[in-house]
């Protein structure tokens, strides 16, 4: 391909292709995808803006090391729970994955909005009922989202809420009940209050942890349609991918809608 340039920022860039040459390049590259569905996915990215007319071959983020994915608003000390939840669970974490979605959601991240192809082969995960895992998934661990960037300072709140409790009770001579407890502290009021578990970094973690596991219960490897259909999310565990300028919805999908069309059948 005469017309492929590589760039520093590990994008390949194929030059204001044709329509026909989009397709082929799609057909020769991700063969499994279109084998796999007929919906199409979109992903937003700061390569270039919605109406740019290229290409772009993109390099996946490593899964470890120091050019991994951090979190945005997820405390550091939990995303490396989820990290190990998820990777217990399936082998890898889509916390570190590429993500994909709708495209009104995908606009929300990035200069622009394009069609996303993974290349060759791929895993994914997605959950029908966890939209946003910050907004849904950390709502199962309460308040510990919100403790701060450092596990210290939520055990710490956690132990002056426990010592509050205890306080309560000696004072009023009454036992506590769960209903007597904030919404967001019930569960912790349950385990460590009254299931009497001592509050330390290794007792959070691991209460934590065992609640994640419950949400990556959550999640599914099949069904990549009915993710597409939902607007959900999905995580792609993908070396290589495309993004491809909205500008080819005509020519690569059905009535410029979000079902690919029908040249994708000769995958």
Not at 9 to 18: M, T
Not at 57 to 79: F, L, Q, S
Request: with cysteine; proline share 4%.
């Amino acid at each position: 391909m005469t017309r492929l340039e590589n760039y520093l920022n590990e994008a390949v860039v194929l030059r204001d292709p044709s329509n026909e040459e989009a397709q082929n390049l799609l057909l020769k590259d991700c063969k499994k995808f279109l084998r796999e569905t007929r919906w199409a996915f979109y992903r937003g990215s700061d390569i270039g803006s919605s109406n740019d007319p290229n290409i772009h071959r993109m390099k996946a983020r490593p899964m470890v090391g120091k050019e991994m994915r951090a979190p945005k608003d997820t405390p550091t000390w939990i995303h490396k729970l989820a990290n190990k939840a998820f990777k217990d669970s399936y082998g890898w974490s889509p916390r570190q994955g590429v993500f994909a979605s709708d495209m009104a959601t995908s606009a929300n991240y990035g200069r622009g909005s394009f069609l996303f192809f993974p290349i060759g082969n791929y895993n994914y995960l997605w959950s029908p009922s966890i939209t946003d895992f910050f907004a849904k998934g950390l709502d199962r661990i309460g308040p510990a989202k919100y403790g701060g960037n450092q596990i210290g300072l939520f055990v710490s709140t956690l132990t002056v809420m426990k010592e509050g409790w205890e306080d309560q009770e000696r004072r009023f001579s009454l036992k506590l009940k769960v209903s007597d407890v904030a919404d967001e502290w019930k569960p912790y009021f349950t385990h460590f209050y009254l299931g009497k578990t001592r509050v330390s970094k290794s007792s959070v973690q691991k209460y934590i942890y065992d609640k994640l596991l419950e949400v990556t219960r959550l999640y599914t490897t099949t069904n990549l349609e009915t993710a597409v259909k939902q607007d959900s999310e999905v995580s792609f565990r993908v070396k290589e991918y495309y993004l491809v300028p909205t500008s080819f919805l005509q020519a690569l999908t059905t009535a410029g809608g979000d079902k690919i069309g029908d040249w994708a059948r000769r995958a």
